[in-house]
């Protein structure tokens, strides 16, 4: 006789009465702990005083115009005649009431977008809406082929001509007109700057990176905008350098943990060399770097770079571009200029990654920031 396998089943009835009451104590404090999850949950997020905006919008700013041979033809629309505008940044602008008369512009890393200067990961404010509060219009930059500026005439470029996507066939898809007439009462916005406008709206995808590209149209941005202080991030450090060195309109620069240096020709520091290939310097002629020394500098470090090499590639890097940091600044200053290295645990901030300005005490280095422009004399207020 073959006996089948039983299972013990306990039910609270056949429960030792401790056990029963552990059991219904326990789930008493997980309903309750559950019900003031909940209820935290559902309270409102903390009452923010409101940001009042004298004036918000966003243009391109930049890039060029590919134009393919030919004669358009608008009832049997060819590459023929159409052209592609890219490779300018899209630029996003906030300007609040009593606003400072400098304005900041935000200009992202390498894999990013303006995103990284708006609301943080986990729902914070981020740099964008923290110093419009304090006061500062803010200008947050996608540079081209990223983000919102993706149109590129690469993409264009690499296609066959039958290929190439061009604009005036949009111009009548989209029931503006018939090329280059508009329809009569057309509520479209008329005249060059607006067709050129929009025609860098249209987006496909991304193309290769060009740092002669981003720099002219930071450099087209502050020929547009005016006087303002640049804050850079990682990537666009460098050409942050470039874009002061071609426009004066460039009043200081802000540089969080920037991977590129300049340093005039000849006395380019020696390369440093980490797991992760040399951290090298940029020549650039005497006349242009000078240009650096005219203006205040601060370089912000985060966190956990290794003073000593490292086993790990992706850290040792960092070490390199630190102490490519201080040769840097050490250059400027000798130049008879106003450089600084911030490197936050130096000053007791702990913990902070590449994204200071995100991180969760975002709002001390927004102080931190804050406090170097007053020193520096530029957070007057004023028209602009």
């Known amino acids: 006789m073959v006996h089948s396998p039983q299972t013990s089943l306990t039910t609270p009835s056949s429960r030792p009465r401790s056990s029963r009451l552990v059991l219904a104590t326990t789930v008493v404090i997980a309903a309750a702990t559950t ?11 903390p009452a923010k005083a409101p940001i009042t905006l004298a004036d918000q919008g966003s243009f391109a700013v930049g890039g060029a115009v590919l134009t393919n041979p030919g004669k358009f033809d608008p009832v049997n629309p060819t590459e023929a005649g159409q052209t592609v505008h890219g490779d300018h940044a899209y630029v996003m602008y906030q300007i609040p009431v009593n606003a400072r008369r400098l304005p900041l512009v935000m200009w992202h890393g390498g894999g990013q977008f303006s995103k990284t200067w708006e609301t ?5 404010d981020g740099y964008q809406n923290i110093f419009l509060r304090r006061g500062w219009s803010t200008y ?33 898809r989209f029931r503006i007109g018939q090329w280059p007439d508009y329809f009569p009462g057309s509520q479209f916005p008329r005249g060059a700057e607006a067709l050129d406008q929009w025609w860098r709206q249209q987006v496909p ?3 290769n990176l060009d740092n002669e590209v981003f720099v002219a149209s930071g450099v087209e941005l502050f020929k547009k905008i005016g006087p303002a202080i640049l804050l850079t991030h990682s990537a666009s450090g460098v050409m942050g350098w470039h874009v002061a060195m ?21 006395d380019v520091p020696a390369p440093i060399k980490t797991l992760d290939g040399d951290v090298t310097g940029v020549p650039v002629p005497l006349a242009s770097f000078e240009k650096l020394t005219k203006i205040p500098i601060q370089i912000v470090y985060g966190d956990n770079v290794p003073a000593t090499p490292s086993t790990n590639p992706a850290l040792d890097a960092w070490r390199g571009r630190l102490e490519m940091t201080r040769r840097f600044v050490q250059a400027v200053n000798a130049h008879g200029g106003h450089a600084e290295l911030l490197h936050l645990p130096e000053i007791g901030i702990k913990g902070n990654t590449h994204f200071p300005f995100a991180d969760l005490n975002n709002m001390q280095i ?19």
């Open 246 to 266: 071609r426009n004066d309109n460039v009043k200081a620069i802000v540089a969080y943990e920037p991977v590129g240096f300049t340093f005039p020709e000849g």
């Open 35 to 45: 019900a003031a999850v909940l209820a935290q949950a559902a309270k409102p997020a």
């Open 120 to 124: 943080t990961p986990d729902g914070r």
């Open 140 to 172: 947050i930059m996608d540079q081209p082929r990223s983000g919102r500026a993706s149109r590129t005439l690469v993409l264009a470029a690499r296609q066959p001509p039958t290929g190439v996507f061009g604009e005036q066939a949009i111009f009548l």
């Open 366 to 384: 927004a102080d931190l920031l804050s406090d170097w422009l007053r020193k520096q004399k530029l957070d007057g207020r004023g028209s602009h």
């Open 205 to 207: 995808n991304t193309a």
